[in-house]
């Protein structure tokens, strides 16, 4: 990486372009995903049909390790269960087995949703990197609105085709309301 786009690079976190339509972003997006750019965040006070797809988000693993944790609480529960009942206090009670199955079907269910709720929240966290009490968009002034009325699209200056020049010039071609510099 040449000197100049290291030092960019370290001074600007990237180019954000305003818009005041939720129709405006979505072009704004289809256009510069045209152009080649990936590394392409966008602001919108509402979920927007399509943008996700067009910015080329990827699923998540959240539904893998819930499912993974669901198991290991559903397990777990009936183990405790069957190990309380059958090996650490055997008590015949009117006359049913030890391993009375059925009736651990409660608890295997309740600590597989603790455990499904719990690593849900976890991984949603840590897979979105929250808490996130700074960002370098904060810095912008009219980003307050970005929860109110207006839509940001901010291409990243770590983007293999990231050239000030260049990049303010395909986001120009979209007619934004205002074009920034994200300092870091």
């Not at 960019?8 to 339509?21: P, Q, W």
């Not at 405006?24 to 927007?48: D, M």
């Not at 970005?146 to 983007?159: G, K, T, V």
């Amino acid at each position: 990486m040449p000197a100049e786009v290291r030092d960019i690079s370290k001074r600007l976190f990237g180019l954000a372009a305003e818009f005041d339509s939720p129709e405006a972003i979505l072009e704004a997006a289809k256009h510069v995903r045209v152009q080649g750019y990936r590394h392409v965040e966008a602001y919108t006070p509402i979920p927007i049909d399509g943008l996700s797809e067009i910015l080329g988000f990827r699923r998540t693993w959240i539904p893998a390790i819930v499912l993974c944790c669901a198991a290991i609480g559903a397990g777990g529960g009936f183990f405790m269960e069957w190990f309380a009942n059958v090996v650490h206090l055997p008590w015949n009670i009117g006359g049913r087995p030890m391993n009375s199955w059925p009736a651990f079907i409660p608890i295997t269910f309740e600590m597989g949703i603790l455990f499904a709720g719990v690593s849900a929240t976890i991984a949603m966290l840590a897979l979105n990197k929250l808490p996130q009490p700074y960002h370098p968009m904060f810095r912008l002034d009219s980003f307050t609105e970005a929860s109110r009325n207006r839509f940001f699209l901010c291409i990243e200056s770590d983007d293999p085709l990231f050239d000030l020049e260049k990049t303010r010039q395909a986001l120009e071609t979209v007619h934004p309301l205002a074009i920034s510099e994200v300092p870091r």
